[in-house]
Each structure stands twice: as structure tokens, then as C-alpha cells.
């Protein structure tokens, strides 16, 4: 028996990819009426000197206050009547905060974007999807953005 969708979880960062799987999410919400969750996770950069590891108090502050506004400002533009939309802000790693939200909010679904990155850029930076696709407790639906 098929499995209903109640709640959508659509990881964001911002970018053009993410709002392309956003729209899509929105879209299934609507049709599904379905509830949508958008997580941005964020990670606080180190610095390492000789004695120590540093993230200062105030980095930390400003990249946290930059990330809540503009995760606020994504949920107000992408109300629509008749689908709930929450915002939940993680610090961490993007590919474990994800799945660790999806399980925590009972997440029906995963819609993500993909960057589609290939060769070097792929082995230096990752694919975030591909990590969430191989560890999610629930289907993912990967997304490509607008053609580069």
C-alpha cells in the first residue's frame, strides 16, 4: 500500500537549484495537501592556528543572523494559500543535518536540489544529494536546476 505524503522536507541553499526543487515541492504540497518544511544548514568555518581551532563568538553570530533572515525571507515569498510552510535552521553538516531533520520532523518525502556537479568539483566539494540520497529514512527526489 502506498505510502501518503504529509510532509515535505526541501533542503535549501539558497540558490537557484534549490529553488527550482522548492517550486516542485510546493507543487506536490498543493496538489498532495501536503505540509512543507524548508531546512538550511549552515556550517561555521574554523580557523586553525598553531594551539588551537578558532570560530569566534561573533562570526558565528553574524553567519547564524545572516542565515535566519534569509531563510525568513524565503518562507514569506513562497507562501500559498491552502499549504503550510515551515523554516527550521540547522548548524552542521548539510548532508547529516538534512537527514537528521527529515527524521526528527517524520518527513514523507525529500525534494532536493542537485547541482549536478561532475569530475574534480564533484571529488573537492561533494555532492550534499547524493549523501542524503544513500541515508534518508524516506524517498528523495532530486531536482536540477536551470541548465548552466
Not at 522548492?22 to 504540497?29: F, N, S, T, V
Not at 503550510?84 to 548539510?94: H, K, N, P, T, Y
Not at 561532475?118 to 536540477?144: N, Y
Request: charged letters at 25%; hydrophobic letters at 45%; one cysteine or more.
Amino acid at each position: 500500500m502506498p505510502r501518503s505524503i504529509e510532509r515535505i522536507l526541501v533542503p535549501h541553499d539558497f540558490s537557484e537549484t534549490a529553488d527550482a526543487a522548492l517550486a516542485m515541492a510546493l507543487d506536490l504540497a498543493e496538489k498532495m495537501r501536503a505540509r512543507v518544511t524548508i531546512v538550511h544548514a549552515y556550517e561555521v568555518p574554523t580557523y586553525v592556528f598553531p594551539e588551537s581551532v578558532v570560530a569566534t563568538a561573533d562570526l558565528v553570530g553574524q553567519i547564524r543572523g545572516a542565515a535566519e533572515e534569509a531563510l525568513a525571507n524565503l518562507k514569506e515569498r513562497t507562501q500559498r494559500p491552502g499549504v503550510q510552510v515551515d523554516a527550521v535552521l540547522r548548524q552542521g553538516v548539510a548532508w547529516s543535518e538534512i537527514d537528521r531533520a527529515a527524521k526528527e520532523l517524520g518527513a514523507d518525502l525529500v525534494v532536493m536540489g542537485t547541482h549536478g556537479r561532475r569530475g574534480v568539483s564533484r571529488a573537492l566539494i561533494g555532492s550534499v544529494a547524493e549523501k542524503v540520497v544513500r541515508t534518508a529514512s524516506c524517498p528523495v527526489l532530486t531536482v536540477h536546476g536551470p541548465a548552466a
